[in-house]
């Protein structure tokens, strides 16, 4: 279980649900882990458990002045930073229910979820390759979604976001490969995947598990994703066995778009 030995990584929201299990992931292939997030409890919580290999750091992805904080402190500490996962964002449903439709969402609340989602990976990106030029290589990992491939009408935001860091994923491995540095980038485009970030949705009891069974019925393999298989895409494009992928688009959907369609459903 070496696959990553040696190496240092940065994990964005990893306080729990993906981010958390790629940190895991990561840690369990011989990586030293830096999980970041807003909410320390359990960020840190989740460094503890990960042991001597782990260690957690506040950073809000919306301010540049902490990611140049946070990256500042890994290579005092390591010398370099190998991977960048860009996995923090939100859904839009994280607090008070409200319209995220095209017609009915507020402009707050549009930005609300774009400063996050496009701003926060911007930095990311921006300061991954920073850190990681004068070495010349390394990883940077964007989570994306299915919702980024195709239109989400209820989440229009939130899809508009992750479409945005789809297509932003490819100028940065674009633009690295003609800087001539063996920097990649790529991003990975999860689905029904059953975490927290869920839970505004499916609400609880009865409710949630007939939420959770109309949701997977578009899925071809008629369940949830699990964050574990998401953390496995990463832990491959993290490690130096597929170093001609760059730009690519990585989907772990169940094979939902393999040739589903999504046709709104009329009043």
């Given amino acids: 279980m070496d696959r990553l030995l040696g190496k240092t990584a940065l994990v964005t929201g990893a306080a729990s649900g993906i981010g958390a299990a790629i940190a895991r992931a990561f840690v369990a292939e011989g990586?030293?882990?830096?999980?970041?997030?807003?909410r320390d409890e359990p960020g840190i919580?989740?460094?503890?458990?990960?042991?001597a290999a782990a260690r957690y750091a506040h950073l809000d992805i919306r301010e540049e002045s902490e990611w140049i904080s946070v990256i500042a402190g890994i290579l005092h500490e390591h010398g370099q930073l190998d991977v960048v996962v860009n996995n923090a964002g939100v859904t839009g449903f994280e607090g008070e229910v409200v319209p995220h439709d095209p017609e009915n969402a507020s402009l707050e609340a549009w930005r609300t979820v774009m400063r996050t989602n496009v701003d926060g990976t911007?930095?990311?990106?921006?300061?991954?390759?920073?850190?990681?030029?004068k070495q010349g290589e390394g990883s940077i990992i964007n989570i994306s979604s299915r919702s980024g491939l195709v239109g989400?009408?209820?989440?229009?935001?939130?899809?508009?976001?992750?479409?945005?860091?789809?297509?932003h994923t490819k100028s940065v491995a674009l633009y690295c490969a003609g800087q001539g540095l063996r920097i990649r980038c790529n991003s990975i485009h999860p689905a029904t995947i059953l975490t927290p970030m869920w839970d505004p949705m499916l609400g609880s009891g009865e409710e949630r598990e007939e939420r959770m069974e109309m949701m997977i019925q578009g899925s071809p393999l008629r369940r949830f994703g699990t964050a574990e298989e998401v953390a496995g895409v990463a832990v491959m494009l993290a490690s130096d066995e597929v170093p001609y992928m760059t730009g690519a688009e990585l989907t772990v959907d169940g094979g939902l778009l393999a040739g589903s369609a999504a046709n709104p459903k009329r009043k």
């Fill in 31 to 38: 990586a030293l882990v830096w999980v970041t997030d807003i």
């Fill in 45 to 51: 919580a989740v460094a503890r458990s990960l042991g």
């Fill in 122 to 133: 911007f930095l990311g990106c921006k300061h991954a390759i920073r850190a990681m030029r």
């Fill in 152 to 167: 989400v009408p209820v989440i229009a935001a939130y899809a508009a976001s992750k479409a945005a860091i789809r297509n």
